[in-house]
């Protein structure tokens, strides 16, 4: 009788068990649909007021809550993007006009859940993309969310804070971006030190050259297996070109993300073997020939650095606000910037890259040249 007791018990602890799943999956899905809605009634009301700012000595305060935030690369990177579109909005004086703050709540409720459990190794990388927006003057770093709202109360006079709340959901909606590009004609691009740019640039003298850079981004990690990159079609993609001398391959990932037997072809480099910097990934993406990737964070860098490139793949339910629509393209990416709504193959990959490097060609652009000249005035 009393393995029976414990039977029903253990039994009436599974099915609160998977109770308590099921709930947390249906709280998960609509927190997803919830981060992607267009429209968040603080977040517009405040964008509206300040869009009429009549003092262009403040200052924007963006901050990153990691425990508010999905801490996507693609997501901080359209949040940096969007940092700068909304200082020509508010009409403040050129310059470094946007302080940023990052917030890392040990203590925080939403600790313990999987989505916002990101390693130390990934946050500090995920710290370092600020270097790509060129009017970020100064980064803070905050451990608690009452420190952050003290500075703020503080200095509140000097700033127009951005998002209006810590969990606003709407902090980086490209559809914005898209908007604000049909208004005015341009939007303000993300970039690089030249310091950076110089040591990537002395990389290729010594590895690339005289083959065109062309660097490819390789997808192979657990989050959302399902955007990751087919290693037998990228493979059999590079080594169509293996014995054609006018391109070399850099392709960038994580260590842990690398398959062996891409080093037995000889047109390819991985660049984790000569940095683990994430600065110097966004280098060779900004001064490459051309860039490629799957549904990518990194390819965000791309889209708002006028980079030559082709990205592919499942976009996920982000392609309600940080993905172009199936068929479509922002108004903000040239001619020479495609993203496809198809999983690659093969047959598609050699398409893609012959169309676009003919396009470059007969339009005489070459990207890698063009930042050379920049970089060096």
């Known amino acids: 009788m009393k393995k029976r007791d414990n039977y029903s018990m253990n039994s009436e602890k599974d099915k609160l068990s998977r109770t308590f799943d099921y709930i947390t999956y249906i709280l998960n899905y609509i927190y997803k649909d919830i981060s992607s809605t267009s429209k968040d009634i603080l977040t517009e009301v405040h964008y509206r007021f300040f869009r009429y700012n009549h003092n262009p000595n403040k200052k924007i305060l963006g901050y990153w809550d990691f425990n508010q935030r999905l801490s996507r690369f693609g997501d901080f990177m359209t949040f940096l993007e969007y940092l700068s579109m909304l200082s020509y909005e508010f009409k403040l004086n050129p310059g470094r ?26 946050k500090k990388n995920l710290k370092k993309l600020w270097i790509t927006n060129p009017n970020i003057d100064s980064v803070f770093s905050f451990k608690s969310n009452a420190e952050f709202e003290k500075f703020y109360s503080q200095n509140k006079d000097r700033y127009i804070r951005w998002p209006p709340t810590v969990s606003g959901t709407v902090v980086a909606d490209c559809r914005v971006i898209d908007n604000f590009h049909k208004n005015n004609g341009f939007i303000p691009h993300l970039d ?3 310091e950076i740019l110089a040591e990537v640039y002395s990389f290729y003298e010594s590895n690339i050259y005289p083959a065109l850079p062309i660097v490819l981004n390789v997808r192979k990690n ?17 080594k169509h070109y293996e014995q054609n001398k006018r391109y070399k391959f850099i392709i960038i990932c994580n260590k842990e993300e690398i398959s062996e037997e891409f080093r037995l072809l000889k047109n390819v480099i991985f660049s984790k073997d000569y940095s683990s910097d994430v600065e110097f990934d966004l280098g060779l993406i900004k001064i490459s020939y051309l860039s490629i990737f799957p549904s990518s964070g990194m390819a965000c860098f791309a889209w708002f650095s006028k980079t030559p490139f082709i990205q592919y793949g499942n976009h996920g339910y982000q392609e309600k606000f940080t993905a172009t629509p199936k068929g479509k393209s922002f108004s903000f990416l040239s001619v020479s910037q495609k993203i496809y709504h198809e999983p690659e193959t093969t047959e598609k990959l050699i398409s893609w890259f012959e169309s676009m490097v003919g396009y470059l060609e007969s339009n005489k652009i070459n990207n890698n040249e063009l930042n050379k000249i920049q970089a060096s005035k």
Request: hydrophobic share 30%; charged share 25%.
């Open 192 to 194: 690089l030190p030249k």
């Open 222 to 238: 657990s989050w959302d297996a399902s955007r990751n990159s087919d290693s037998s079609h990228i493979y059999n993609f590079i």
């Open 97 to 122: 006009n946007i302080d940023l703050c990052f917030i890392d709540d040990d203590t925080h409720y939403n600790k313990s859940q999987p989505r916002f459990n990101k390693t130390y190794l990934f």
